[in-house]
């Protein structure tokens, strides 16, 4: 079996019990939103869409609103999600990298903390190009490498198997000349804002047992570690050391970072 499709299967897997982090990502998607200048009746794609945070606060402001994700469980929680809203959205389960939608379809192309995590940029940059319009928006959020989140996924990646060839880090997609690079061959005007979400938690071994719990790469990781007690230990160790450096007043700081830009 091809090494790139076993390492969506992980992550089709992995993500599924996500969506008890809904409420606290939903406090940064309209950041994302105004960030990337969304507007009623625009036709937007929400990539890598987990349960449709972003897209439903476009959709809540008229825009027209196609989601993509992955994970069958969280497109069934985003779909919950539009009954319970009472807006008009789609979500379709999917890959980033193969996405099921027209040529130049979309206004506005958004992901949120999500389509950096398809293991190859180029191909998911260029999906992505490919259903935006020309002169439409492409916006979305990552984690800054040298703060909290980054080195989280850094410290996962410590402790996982190597990355098959040809796949990339999801980290590199907080680091502005990185998305530069990727991004110059189709994009102009590529700009670039800050924000934070702050996670409310009693403690940092609360937020620490939350991620191990919900949090895909790390669940996974701790679970392929359950038969290694050393390693595991030093695994939570370092992550709690991590936390706590982040946690302040009953809150874990997660900086993200925010990027817009216009397909040529």
Not at 209 to 225: H, T, Y
């Amino acid at each position: 079996m091809d090494e790139i499709y076993k390492l969506k299967e992980k992550a089709k897997e992995g993500w599924s019990s996500f969506a008890p982090f809904e409420a606290l990502t939903s406090t940064a998607a309209p950041k994302l939103v105004r960030f990337a200048e969304i507007n009623e009746n625009a036709k937007i794609l929400d990539v890598a869409c987990g349960t449709g945070v972003v897209g439903l606060t476009a959709a809540r402001l008229g825009a027209k609103v196609k989601g993509l994700d992955i994970t069958p469980k969280l497109i069934d929680r985003a779909k919950e999600n539009v009954r319970l809203m009472q807006v008009s959205a789609e979500f379709f389960e999917g890959d980033a990298e193969s996405m099921p939608f027209d040529n130049e379809e979309f206004d506005f192309v958004v992901s949120q903390y999500g389509h950096m995590f398809a293991p190859r940029p180029d191909v998911v940059v260029k999906e992505m190009s490919r259903v935006l319009k020309p002169g439409g928006v492409m916006a979305f959020s990552t984690w800054p490498s040298e703060l909290f989140m980054g080195k989280f996924f850094r410290l996962v990646g410590e402790f996982s198997p190597p990355l098959p060839a040809g796949a990339s880090s999801p980290v590199l997609w907080g680091e502005i000349p990185v998305i530069v690079e990727r991004l110059e061959k189709d994009f102009e005007k590529i700009e670039f804002s800050r924000d934070v979400m702050m996670a409310p938690t009693l403690s940092p071994a609360h937020m620490l047992n939350l991620f191990e719990k919900n949090a895909g790469p790390l669940a996974k990781l701790v679970e392929a570690l359950s038969k290694n007690r050393e390693k595991l230990t030093d695994l939570r160790a370092r992550a709690l050391t991590l936390i706590s450096k982040f946690f302040q007043d009953n809150y874990l700081r997660q900086d993200f970072l925010m990027t817009r830009c216009i397909k040529k």
